[in-house]
């Protein structure tokens, strides 16, 4: 059987992958000059430093299957304590929360991000044992029920609306907050978990495009054939399986296509061939984010030790949404410099995108000085701009994704399977997954 898989992201490779090592003959094309997509790692002041994803969660065994059989060396962060820039100061984001949803009676009751009367409010969400909202897919709105807005707030909106680039409100609480819709509505404290046998984090110690190297070379070895800078324009029903057109007017066919490239470039591709699918993918909508990491000379306050980070609160009225204090966050950052990494731009903030190079890095520097009340001696800046790079998850969005699939499967059978971070999630480990799924369900249709 001959594969063809469209996008040379990590969904694109772990596709890619999947389908080799079950005996496929794979053909992987990539439209720009560089696999990995969004995971581009590069330097600022002779310091490594990801432009893109720093970390990847270790909880998806789909992922880990991969990543471990790759032989990487896996490093953890070193510190983990997170704060909050909410009302003008950082205040430490309490530990223990579920995505910052309070688990039990104990940890409602002592968050200092917030005052006696929302505690009270959280800790009656946890005793009322309230399954309230169980009827909407809307993290916003399900989480003031349970636990009050101004809790969601300043505890839920500033992580899962940051990984997000996005607002709670309008968010799909099942793919964007699984773990929180799992909560047991109340009971007592749960148990300590067992000492986990691997951090929930890990990058490899010479940045996630080692991760993209590592797996490029494993494709090469089982003998797929990677061509970049091609990109792809179309798909057709052909007599046995798809015809696969790129930009240069080249056909290929194959048995089987897996389409890994953002909902918007899908929904071109089929746009002859599965119109109705093409329509739907074409209404997902995309969070635009920048990156601006900043070598500068190691003059932070001694009460940043040991922070991996400050968080903001989007009332605070800030273009930036995190500033990661990256070389105390990662081992394999950390040089003679302290490294910066200050995120800015979500789907609602479109301030970065209207400003030039110049302007964006100003006004940045001036934020982080903010919240990190210091003045930065900066030694080098590297920008990155991620136009169109997040998904919206908007409310019900797994039925939706069902929808394309059944309507691709009607327009197409089961030669084309798709795959991407706008399916289930962005995570690494989701787009691994996805990869893979995709490439299982185009292979098991042959046997
Ligand atoms: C700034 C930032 C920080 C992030 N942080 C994290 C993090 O810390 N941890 C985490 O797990 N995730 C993080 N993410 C999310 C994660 O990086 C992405 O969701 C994931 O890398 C997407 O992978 P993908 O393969 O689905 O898509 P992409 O990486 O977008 O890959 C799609 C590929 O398809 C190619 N392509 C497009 N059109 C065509 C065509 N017509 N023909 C051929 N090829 C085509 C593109 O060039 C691209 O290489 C972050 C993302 C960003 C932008």
Request: glycine share 8%; charged share 20%; net charge neutral.
């Amino acid at each position: 059987m001959n594969v063809i898989v469209v996008g040379g992201g990590i969904s694109g490779l772990a596709a890619a992958w999947e389908a080799a090592r079950h005996g496929a003959s794979v053909m992987l094309l990539e439209s720009s000059d560089r696999l990995g997509g969004k995971l581009l790692t590069s330097h600022v002041g002779g310091s490594l430093v990801e432009l893109g994803p720093d970390s990847l969660l270790t909880r998806t065994p789909s992922a880990l299957e991969l990543v471990d059989s790759l032989g990487l060396d896996l490093v953890a962060p070193t510190a983990s304590r997170a704060l909050l820039w909410s009302r003008g100061a950082r205040r430490p984001i309490p530990p223990g929360l579920v995505l910052g949803a309070p688990p039990n009676l104990e940890r409602a009751l002592s968050s200092d991000l917030v005052g006696p009367i929302t505690r009270l409010r959280a800790a009656w969400g946890v005793i009322a044992r309230s399954r309230r909202g169980h009827e909407t897919d809307d993290l916003g709105r399900l989480a003031a029920w349970r636990w009050g807005r101004t809790w969601s707030e300043r505890h839920i909106e500033p992580l899962v609306g940051g990984i997000n680039a996005n607002t709670i409100v309008g968010l799909s609480a099942r793919v964007s907050a699984p773990s929180i819709l799992s909560m047991p509505p109340s009971g007592p404290p749960a148990p300590a978990p067992s000492r986990p046998t691997r951090p929930a984090f890990v990058a490899p110690s010479g940045g996630l495009s080692t991760l993209v190297d590592a797996v490029a070379q494993v494709l090469v070895d089982l003998g797929v054939d990677v061509r970049s800078s091609t990109s792809v324009t179309e798909l057709a029903p052909a007599p046995h399986g798809t015809a696969v057109t790129t930009s240069d007017g080249s056909s290929f066919s194959a048995d089987a296509v897996v389409l890994a490239v953002p909902a918007f470039r899908a929904a071109e591709i089929l746009a002859a061939s599965a119109p109705e699918a093409s329509l739907l993918l074409r209404g997902i909508r995309y969070a635009s984010v920048s990156v601006l990491a900043l070598s500068i000379a190691p003059t932070l306050a001694p009460s940043l030790k040991g922070v991996a980070g400050v968080l903001v609160d989007r009332r605070e009225g800030l273009m930036t949404t995190a500033v990661s204090l990256a070389s105390e966050k990662w081992p394999h950052w950390a040089g003679d410099d302290a490294l910066l990494r200050v995120s800015a731009g979500n789907l609602h903030d479109v301030r970065p995108l209207d400003r030039d190079d110049d302007r964006l890095r100003d006004d940045l520097v001036a934020e982080a000085e903010g919240i990190l009340e210091a003045t930065l001696e900066i030694r080098d800046a590297r920008l990155a701009r991620w136009t169109n790079a997040f998904p919206h998850f908007a409310p019900w969005h797994l039925d939706l994704v069902e929808r394309i699939d059944r309507e691709l499967r009607d327009a197409l059978g089961s030669t084309v399977a798709l795959a991407g971070a706008w399916r289930r999630g962005s995570g690494i480990p989701t787009c691994i997954a996805s990869g893979r799924d995709a490439a299982r369900a185009t292979i098991s249709r042959d046997n």
